[in-house]
């Protein structure tokens, strides 16, 4: 699929949402992956924003792209905040506690790491690289 790229803003997300399903259902993803990959790069995308730009400050841009081989669907999003490397965020302390107990904050980036199948950082100039890979179901597993 065509790489896009859209402002650095939460408007922008809807967007980022739609691209990364029709991505997903042209892979044949099932509903549950496609649920949880969504819930994974919007996630990144939305830290992104708020993190990587509002709160610092920064006006950039949301690259997305996707890549579909016969095994698996990639997503990739970059964005040109501060480094930032989601796998070494601390897990949340808190996830077993009754939701009404927890603190805000934390567990979304411990569901995008969980909720992926393979999830992949890296630093490429002033972008951040997030890679989001999700296996495609084989045939013998739709029957």
Not at 69 to 82: N, Q, R, T, V
Not at 94 to 117: A, N, Q, S
Request: hydrophobic fraction near 35%.
């Amino acid at each position: 699929m065509e790489a896009l790229t859209f402002p650095g803003t939460l408007d922008s997300l809807e967007l980022i949402r739609k691209y990364v399903k029709e991505a997903a259902e042209k892979a044949g993803l099932q509903k549950k992956s496609t649920y949880r990959l969504c819930l994974a790069v919007d996630e990144i995308a939305a830290n992104s924003v708020i993190h990587g730009y509002e709160e610092a400050g920064l006006q950039g841009a949301l690259k997305v792209h996707a890549e579909l081989d016969d095994a698996s669907l990639k997503i990739i999003l970059e964005d040109e905040g501060h480094a930032f490397d989601p796998r070494h965020a601390p897990p949340p302390d808190h996830k077993d506690l009754p939701i009404e107990e927890r603190p805000i904050g934390g567990l979304g980036v411990y569901l995008t790491l969980k909720g992926v199948d393979e999830f992949q950082y890296e630093r490429k100039g002033k972008w951040n690289r997030h890679i989001f890979n999700m296996r495609r179901a084989s045939e013998c597993s739709q029957s």
